[in-house]
């Protein structure tokens, strides 16, 4: 194993604790110069080729803001990149190919987005020689014989036309001035723009300001300039982010366009569904965030995500995860609900928002349920959870029993709390914050523990999010209301999540809304289904509660859309328009659970 000393900065004091790690190290009392506090910044600086990595300053650090971690012997030799001293190591790069769509999966700070900078030119490789970057000469030679070598020859001589779609499209009209219509013309080299706007459905933005759109509009425009530019590689991070389900679908298939005409095309993709679509190719990072991480090699795309959901790559042997992913293929029957069963009968209800209305059927909740809410951007699921929690009143009918205790994680999560995450958890979970139980049921599946003393301000937006769902199910309540909580996170910590909300649902003996777009984490958490109907932004239907595969049929049958189910994991995987499953399924009538 090769040792690497990450050393939290931003966490470190060294002038307010006596700088105890320097004083039990014992390289320093050897008389070695091991930790050495830089004159400039007060800072310690880690000397790797020195410390062995024997932990013992790991422990009496009171701020936690030292780790020592190893990374697989394997690829020692493979370093690409390293920021800089005791800072993040990437292993491996993925391959671009001319007409393959390249997918990448894996944790959040694995360095996906470190990955897609490299190829983008945006950042240059150093091969982990931070301190005397080599020059394109060795970088070349480096990786000849590999796909590689030509993709950084022609970036060298500057014959590679990239173009890039960040991760964070909301500081896009940072960037951006104007309305849509004049952004999208102007970057429009490949004479597409009337045929996207119709296909990503931008038609009632287009004499909107860029500044004034929504996240999932932004997404939609980002994606739309993204293909308009005419390159020879299309980079895209985290495409589907903000979209519901049949935006997500509409994007896959622009992409798809892209690798259609001979362009090398690589997205970093969290919702497995989407990826299934969208690549030829899946790559897997795993390693351990923020201190190292290694790229798998590419492989087919069924047998990629089957490995990321097993945990384990076999040519490598190596294994990631301690347990393997499964999904159940279990559509229940409908269910007649007594009343001791019963947590919450809400009343057919009607809410007026400017020009939108939404309509509620009305419905009922029971014990140890999870209930999941499924429906298109604009149709009014965050209005129906809203009124559920009584932040806002129905303009008809009766509004649910406000004797009831709700606990809510609104869908645009706000960093406004002065404090750390444990003053916020602790607040919000009162005496069980000391319980060992909390632990296990809330700190360690969402891996919370290293942000605990962190200020909630200076969490990023994922971060923030495990927060959010952590303070929302650390309440004492009888209904669990979540809007879009895989909002920002990885596939595995979606999974994570989605087993923490049903055994915190069944273990008390409560109920939950899930709000939730990412179609696997919908059948994953679901005991039954919501569907909302209508037409986005004007008017909205909440139908009844009813069982899943009622529920699912009435959803995608909207849309038009086929799943299977892949033998291996039993994961949901979308099947081709026009397709022979596609075919069959429709005439059945089964959308989703196939018989």
Not at 238 to 259: G, M, T
Not at 326 to 332: A, I, L
Request: charged letters at 30%; a neutral charge; glycine letters at 8%.
């Amino acid at each position: 194993m090769v040792r690497v000393v990450i050393l939290l900065r931003d966490r470190c004091k060294p002038k307010d604790c006596g700088k105890p790690c320097i004083k039990y190290c014992p390289r320093v009392r050897a008389g070695d110069e091991t930790i050495v506090i830089n004159p400039d910044d007060g800072l310690p600086y880690v000397a790797e080729n020195l410390c062995s990595g024997e932990g013992i300053c790991v422990k009496k650090c009171p701020f936690g803001a030292l780790r020592v971690v190893n990374t697989p012997e394997a690829v020692g030799g493979e370093l690409t990149h390293r920021y800089g001293p005791n800072t993040f190591e990437l292993y491996r790069l993925p391959i671009p190919r001319p007409g393959k769509v390249t997918g990448l999966v894996g944790p959040n700070g694995a360095g996906k987005t470190t990955a897609l900078k490299i190829l983008a030119g945006e950042i240059k490789l150093n091969l982990g020689r931070y301190d005397n970057p080599p020059d394109w000469t060795e970088i070349v030679r480096f990786y000849r014989g590999s796909e590689l070598q030509a993709y950084f020859e022609k970036m060298e001589g500057k014959k590679l036309k990239i173009v890039h779609k960040p991760q964070y499209i909301t500081k896009l009209p940072i960037a951006v001035k104007g309305e849509v219509k004049d952004l999208l013309h102007k970057v429009d080299e490949r004479n597409v723009t009337t045929r996207l706007v119709k296909d990503l459905e931008l038609t009632g933005v287009l004499e909107r300001d860029v500044g004034v759109l929504s996240g999932g509009e932004l997404q939609r425009v980002a994606v739309a300039a993204t293909i308009e530019r005419d390159a020879d590689v299309y980079l895209f991070d985290e495409p589907s982010s903000y979209l519901d389900v049949k935006e997500r679908i509409v994007v896959a298939k622009s992409i798809r366009e892209l690798a259609n005409a001979g362009k090398m095309v690589v997205t970093v993709e969290h919702d497995l569904a989407m990826l299934d679509l969208l690549s030829d190719y899946v790559c897997i990072f795993y390693g351990d965030a923020g201190a190292f991480g290694v790229i798998s090699h590419p492989y087919g795309v069924r047998e990629g995500i089957n490995a990321y959901l097993d945990g384990y790559i076999a040519d490598e042997n190596v294994r990631f995860r301690t347990e393997s992913v499964r999904f159940d293929v279990r559509p229940s029957p409908p269910t007649t609900i007594t009343v001791e069963e019963m947590i919450l009968k809400f009343e057919p209800m009607e809410k007026k928002l400017g020009g939108f209305t939404l309509s509620v059927d009305g419905g009922e909740i029971r014990k140890s349920e999870t209930i999941g809410i499924l429906g298109p951007n604009g149709i009014g699921k965050t209005t129906f959870v809203k009124l559920l929690a009584s932040i806002i009143e129905p303009d008809e009918g009766n509004p649910p029993d406000k004797k009831m205790k709700v606990s809510y994680k609104p869908q645009y999560l706000s960093a406004d709390f002065d404090g750390t995450v444990t003053e916020l958890l602790r607040d919000a979970a009162g005496k069980n914050f000391s319980a060992g139980a909390y632990d296990s049921e809330i700190i360690s599946p969402l891996e919370l523990r290293p942000l605990l003393d962190r200020p909630i301000k200076e969490l990023s937006g994922g971060e923030l999010q495990k927060v959010a769902i952590a303070a929302c199910l650390s309440r004492e309540a009888d209904i669990y209301l979540l809007d879009e909580p895989s909002a920002y996170i990885d596939a595995e910590s979606r999974l994570a999540v989605a087993r923490m909300i049903r055994r915190t649902v069944e273990k008390r003996g409560v109920a939950a809304f899930v709000v939730e777009h990412d179609i696997m984490i919908v059948d994953w958490i679901s005991d039954r289904l919501m569907v909302f109907a209508g037409e986005p932004s004007r008017k909205g239907e909440a139908l009844s509660p009813t069982d899943l595969r009622t529920g699912m049929n009435s959803f995608l049958r909207r849309l038009g859309i086929t799943y299977r189910r892949d033998i291996h994991t039993g994961r949901p995987r979308v099947n081709k328009e026009n397709s022979r499953l596609d075919v069959e399924q429709k005439a059945k009538g089964e959308y989703y659970y196939v018989a």
